[in-house]
């Protein structure tokens, strides 16, 4: 997992709830990235960031939200516009220099709906 | 966009067998294809990747060959040991710069018996 923390491991959600899934990295990255992994299905793109203060939609972004105001730090709202979102959720973080394409991931957040 | 499709989704094999997992890419312009492993409840750890401009990359059980002209790669594992079991995804990489969109294939549960 190298440097990139994801907290907590276990979340609930009610209903209507929004809740923050943290992600944190130490490795100097400047891209970093939000995956959404459900059973029997491969990781999907919901947002991903290649500088401070920019962000970019992936292909599921719909009931999500981002910031990226620290270089360290991607903090992933879920919203209560996300009707179906129990899923394994994955941080990951890449190198800036060129030919460095690498994705090191986090060890994930389990996202459970009460 | 890129799809990628990925086989068997299940494999099973004895220790000391070999396993080859496939995936097939629909985007012409991918260029960078990683190879993850998943172990239960972590985050994917990539285990090795190629370029388009290289047909076949090796390191030490593992290796990847890319036929870039029929889109397809695929993963080799020889000398399986059970400590190899786990969720191996594919991934294709479109775009020219060194931070595309990585789009995964399906997944792999990969079995090897003692």
């Known amino acids: 997992d190298g440097g990139i923390t994801q907290s907590p491991k276990y979340l609930f959600r009610k209903e209507g709830q929004n809740v923050t899934l943290s992600c944190e990295q130490n490795l100097n990255h400047d891209a970093m990235y939000w995956y959404r992994q459900d059973p029997g299905q491969g990781l999907r793109l919901i947002y991903y960031?290649?500088?401070?203060?920019?962000?970019q939609k992936g292909d599921i972004a719909e009931g999500y939200s981002v910031s990226r105001e620290k270089k360290e730090s991607f903090p992933l709202t879920v919203t209560s516009a996300q009707k179906n979102p129990t899923a394994f959720y994955l941080c990951?973080?890449?190198?800036?220099?060129?030919?460095?394409?690498?994705?090191?991931f986090g060890p994930g957040t389990r996202l459970l709906v009460l | 966009g890129e799809n990628v499709e990925q086989h068997p989704s299940t494999l099973s094999v004895q220790e000391g067998d070999s396993a080859v997992i496939k995936c097939t890419y629909s985007d012409s312009a991918s260029n960078y294809f990683p190879w993850y492993k998943q172990e239960l409840g972590k985050g994917p750890q990539l285990i090795i990747d190629i370029r388009s401009n290289v047909g076949e990359k090796k390191d030490q059980r593992i290796a990847v060959t890319l036929n870039k002209t029929a889109k397809h790669f695929s993963l080799h594992i020889t000398e399986t040991q059970p400590e190899d079991s786990a969720v191996y995804f594919c991934?294709?990489?479109?775009?020219?710069?060194?931070?595309?969109?990585?789009?995964f294939g399906q997944g792999t549960i990969l079995t090897v018996h003692p």
């Open positions: 991934a294709a990489r479109t775009g020219g710069t060194s931070y595309g969109k990585l789009t």
């Open positions: 960031s290649q500088i401070v203060n920019d962000f």
């Open positions: 990951a973080s890449q190198p800036a220099r060129r030919g460095q394409e690498t994705q090191y």
